[in-house]
Nanobody, 123 residues
Framework: QVYLGESGGGLVQAGGSLRLSCAAS????????IAWFRQAPGEEREFLAA????????TYSDSMKGRVTIARDNVKNTVDLQMNSLKPEDTAVYYC????????????????WGQGTQVTVSS
């Protein structure tokens, strides 16, 4: 069982930056990968980035590469998503998720989800 909780969402102006945090806990966390997804109204949930908890391997979606960075904070025990050059179309609910084993960009492979945090980018 893995427990996840997102924080850091809010309202930001276009061109600004935001750092989201995903607090993760549970047994055998070293065997899990933590990912960030987002879902805009009426849209499919979209993969953004993922990181292996133990060895810090990462994978990014092609659409977000260069604007987001995923990183682990060992002090806070979180996996953070740094987002830069935000655009109004980045407005969505952002979720973190966990899966056992190798990283994946497929939403269906993630069995544990946080409650989500709203990010709104104003023009």
């Amino acid at each position: 069982q893995v427990y996840l909780g997102e924080s850091g969402g809010g309202l930001v102006q276009a061109g600004g930056s935001l750092r989201l945090s995903c607090a993760a806990s549970g047994r055998y966390l070293d065997s899990y990968g933590i990912a960030w997804f987002r879902q805009a109204p009426g849209e499919e949930r979209e993969f953004l980035a993922a990181m292996k908890w133990l060895d810090l391997r990462t994978t990014y979606s092609d659409s977000m590469k260069g604007r987001v960075t995923i990183a682990r904070d060992n002090v806070k025990n979180t996996v953070d998503l740094q987002m830069n050059s935000l655009k109004p179309e980045d407005t969505a609910v952002y979720y973190c998720a966990a899966k056992w084993g190798i990283l994946s960009q497929r939403r269906s492979e993630y069995g544990y989800w946080g409650q989500g945090t709203q990010v709104t980018v104003s023009s």
